[in-house]
């Protein structure tokens, strides 16, 4: 059930930025938990960053919460991630996700969540 809409996925070169955007409905974007997974070939889906309604934040590792922001604008119903220093094993695509129930210590697990989009490609080349 496809209700988020991505952007902003390029292919990029490693150390740029990208900041991509997933916008939805009002009612949508009011659930509790959003967040932002990302699958590889061959690999399985899995949680890159999760944001309660009460602006708490989960990210996937260090690695990850001291490159990628996840923040989320309530005026324009649209859940951003932005990006930095990009690497190769970034590569990937990049699904936003809703649910109505805080993200908790589950938020990274993919089949709680029942709203997705389509996703967004990003590629980082070395």
Request: charged share 20%; aromatic share 12%; hydrophobic share 30%.
């Amino acid at each position: 059930q496809e209700q988020w809409v991505e952007s902003g996925g390029e292919s990029v070169q490693g150390g740029e930025s990208l900041k991509l955007s997933c916008a939805t409905s009002e009612s949508t974007f009011r659930q509790f938990c959003v967040a932002w997974f990302r699958q590889a070939p061959g690999q399985e889906r899995g949680g890159v960053a999760g944001m309660n309604k009460d602006g708490l934040i989960r990210y996937k590792n260090s690695s990850i919460q001291d490159r990628f922001r996840i923040s989320r604008d309530w005026a324009k119903n649209t859940l951003y991630l932005q990006m930095n220093s990009l690497k190769p094993e970034d590569t990937a695509m990049y699904y936003c996700a809703s649910d109505p129930g805080p993200c908790g210590s589950s938020w990274s697990s993919f089949g709680r969540f029942d709203r997705w989009g389509q996703g967004t490609q990003v590629t980082v080349s070395t």
